[in-house]
């Protein structure tokens, strides 16, 4: 069974950083793209940022010049690095992988089971 598990969330300071990381692992043959979404209160979820499975990498404007988003194929793993976090980053960050379990079948959307990110002094 493929399971995506986030890490690295919590409490930070409006300034400061954060790591995430989401594994991935079960049995599959590859991973297409795997990005990062975020849900506050009262909105719905929104992309951050994605990086495909040839490493080309986006995410919306308002994160563009503070976080980065990366991948290591051999370990399965898509990390975001937060920088100068603000207090409307606070968010629960969800890590999505579009995975190929087996060549004769389409890939499929998995979810992690989401971080939080708290931005307050």
């Known amino acids: 069974q493929v399971r995506l598990v986030e890490s690295g969330g919590g409490l930070v300071q409006p300034g400061g950083s954060l790591r995430l990381s989401c594994a991935a692992s079960?049995?599959?043959?590859?991973?297409?793209?795997m990005c990062w979404y975020r849900q506050a209160p009262g909105k719905q979820r929104e992309l951050v940022a994605v990086?495909?499975?040839?490493?080309?990498?986006n995410s919306i404007d308002s994160v563009k010049d503070r976080f980065t988003i990366s991948r290591d194929n051999a370990k399965n793993t898509v990390d975001l690095q937060l920088n100068s976090l603000k207090p409307e980053d606070a968010a629960v960050y969800y890590c999505?992988?579009?995975?190929?379990?087996?060549?004769?079948?389409?890939?499929?959307?998995?979810w992690g089971q989401g971080t939080q990110v708290i931005v307050s002094s």
């Open positions: 079960g049995n599959f043959f590859s991973i297409n793209d």
């Open positions: 999505n992988a579009e995975i190929l379990i087996k060549l004769v079948l389409p890939p499929r959307d998995y």
């Open positions: 990086v495909t499975g040839r490493g080309s990498v």
